[in-house]
Structure formats: C-alpha cells, structure tokens
C-alpha cells in the first residue's frame, strides 16, 4: 500500500473571489441579497477507500478484502463556480415567504489523474477525473418556505413549513453511474478500446457501481410557543 500511496501528501490551498450585494426594499418588507463566488484549489485533498489486502474468502459473497481511508491530492487546479440567492418577503399577520437558490459548478482540473482502487492498483487503475464533479455538490439547492409569527397576551406562537430541493450529485469523486469504467493506457492519457474485463483481469466489474443520488425534494414542518 504505502508504494501505491504516499503516506504525506501536500497541503491544500484555495484563492476566493466573492461579490456580493444586501438589500432592503418596499419599507424593509423585502430582503433580497446575492453573490457570485469563486474558488481555486491547488492540491485538493480527497478521500476514497481501498482494499488493503487479501480477501480472506473470495467464496463468500458477505465477506470482503480489509479496506482503510486514503488520502489523495488532485495534482490539477480544481474549480469551483457559483451564484446564490437569498429573498424573504413579510406578508400581513405575520407571514414571511423565504426563498434561497443556489447553483453550482464545481469540476475536477482535466489531468487529475489518480488511483481508482475500484479496479485495482498500478498503472492500470488510473483514471483521469477531470470534468467530474466534486462529491455531495448538487449543481443547484433551492430552499424555499413560509412561516408566521403570532403574538398573544399569552406569549408568542410560531410555526414554518419549509420544502428543499437538491439536485443530482455524486457521493465520489469517480461519480459513478453504473457505466463501465476504463483505465487509462499505461503512459498514455488514452483509454483502451477493449471495454472487456479481461483488460484488468477482473472477474467481478466494480467499474459499474454507481453512487449517484438523483435529483430529490423533502419537506419539513414545525412549530414553537413562548
């Protein structure tokens, strides 16, 4: 493991640049704030998981090769783009109408090129992530919900209903579709044009995990009094 891995790995850099703006309009009843933002991040450190050693029963379908968490760095600059957008409106009796919008660029540089230890290890695991997307970075997030505020002699009574909607992301940095999954050619950036698992001589195909999570929306209800 440790000639497939190094064991230190370079620090993690980034340059922000961020412009944004925050407003009041129609007597303070509307609060409307945006930004735009940019990241740059040199030596990106990731996480994945490996095996790191033999399987102690490959006839067992429940028992797997020991695995452990690895580090790695992205030796290209990595990307990040995005806008947001943050609006609440006060309505009579209390109501306030919330909308919070987010959309979201964020790609691996082209030449990261790093170990997938779904397919093994060596030069014939290496896989070229540029133009995957960052893990758990939906392209867009909307929130959006509507509250009020009710005073009494008594104390004061509020409730809220609130709705997100996430769009598709990965869980990895392989962003794995269920499609297959080629090794680039040793000493080439090229993938070969043999897709059979005989190119890696694997018997299973973990090159078709998948670990997308589609677009989804939830809702959240909830009240207090004091």
Same mark, same amino acid.
């Given at each position: 493991?440790t000639d ?5 790995y370079?620090?993690? +850099?980034? &340059?922000?640049f961020?412009?944004? *703006? ?7 009843? =509307?609060?409307?704030?945006g930004?735009?933002f940019a990241y740059?991040?040199?030596?990106l450190v ?14 067992d379908?429940?028992v ?19 806008v ?15 909308v919070y919008?987010l ?6 540089g082209?030449?990261t090129?790093?170990?997938d +230890?779904? &397919?093994g290890f060596?030069?014939? *695991? ?5 133009g995957n997307? =960052?893990?758990r970075?939906?392209v ?8 009020q505020?009710?005073?009494?002699p ?5 409730w809220i ?10 869980l990895s940095?392989?962003?794995g579709d269920?499609?297959?999954?080629l090794?680039?050619v040793p000493?080439?950036?090229?993938r ?7 190119y890696?001589?694997l018997?299973?195909?973990p090159r078709r ?6 677009t ?5 209800v909830?009240?207090g009094?004091?």
């Amino acid at each position: 493991l440790t000639d497939l891995y190094n064991s230190e790995y370079n620090p993690e +850099s980034m &340059i922000a640049f961020e412009l944004g *703006s925050k407003n009041t309009f129609l007597d303070r009843r =509307l609060r409307l704030n945006g930004a735009a933002f940019a990241y740059l991040y040199t030596d990106l450190v990731f996480q994945t998981i490996v095996s790191v050693g033999e399987d102690p029963d490959p006839d067992d379908p429940n028992v797997g090769p020991p695995a452990s968490a690895v580090r790695q760095n992205a030796p290209a600059t990595t990307k990040v783009f995005g806008v947001d957008i943050d609006a609440a409106y006060s309505l009579p009796a209390g109501l306030e109408v919330g909308v919070y919008a987010l959309r979201m660029d964020s790609k691996f540089g082209d030449g990261t090129v790093v170990n997938d +230890s779904r &397919i093994g290890f060596g030069d014939n *695991s290496l896989v070229d992530l540029g133009g995957n997307y =960052l893990p758990r970075a939906p392209v867009f997030t909307l929130n959006y919900s509507l509250s009020q505020l009710i005073f009494t002699p008594l104390g004061s009574f509020n409730w809220i209903i609130q709705g997100q909607t996430v769009g598709k992301h990965y869980l990895s940095v392989f962003n794995g579709d269920g499609t297959r999954v080629l090794p680039l050619v040793p000493g080439t950036a090229e993938r070969p044009n043999d897709p059979s698992d005989a190119y890696v001589g694997l018997q299973a195909d973990p090159r078709r995990l998948t670990d997308v999570v589609d677009t989804y929306t939830r809702f959240d209800v909830g009240a207090g009094w004091t």
